[in-house]
Nanobody, 126 residues
Framework: VQLVESGGGSVQAGGSLRLSCAAS????????IGWFRQAPGKEREGISC???????TYYADAVKDRFTISSDNQNTVYLQMNILKPEDTAVYYC?????????????????????WGQGIQVTVSS
């Protein structure tokens, strides 16, 4: 399994970025893809998830109404990030979980994800 993030970078507050997570080595339709982020000195937190199996999605309160997750149903999941804030600054990771719905209480837990990308930096300046 290989997951590769792209699309990160630096942006001013209020701006937008779109992250991509390209997956290979898996049957895409059988997996959920989650997005996580980790800021310096903080724990990794799950912020969004989409299940390619049943279409369910999850958003953390901190990103709800600003971020949108989508899938091309082939091999890539996107995270559209709008109205970015300085507190969104972090390394962003995508991860895969086999046959996992994204509307469960555990859908944002790191332990349920088996494979991870290398991470990509997002920096939002004020």
């Amino acid at each position: 399994v290989q997951l590769v993030e792209s699309g990160g970078g630096s942006v001013q507050a209020g701006g937008s970025l779109r992250l991509s997570c390209a997956a290979s080595g898996i049957t895409f339709a059988q997996y959920a893809i989650g997005w996580f982020r980790q800021a310096p000195g903080k724990e990794r937190e799950g912020i969004s998830c989409i299940s390619n199996h049943d279409g369910s999605t999850y958003y953390a309160d901190a990103v709800k109404d600003r971020f949108t997750i989508s899938s091309d149903n082939q091999n890539t999941v996107y995270l559209q990030m709008n109205i970015l804030k300085p507190e969104d600054t972090a390394v962003y990771y995508c991860a895969s979980a086999f046959y996992m719905p994204c509307d469960r209480p555990y859908s944002n837990h790191t332990k349920v994800y088996g494979s991870w990308g290398q991470g990509i930096q997002v920096t939002v300046s004020s």
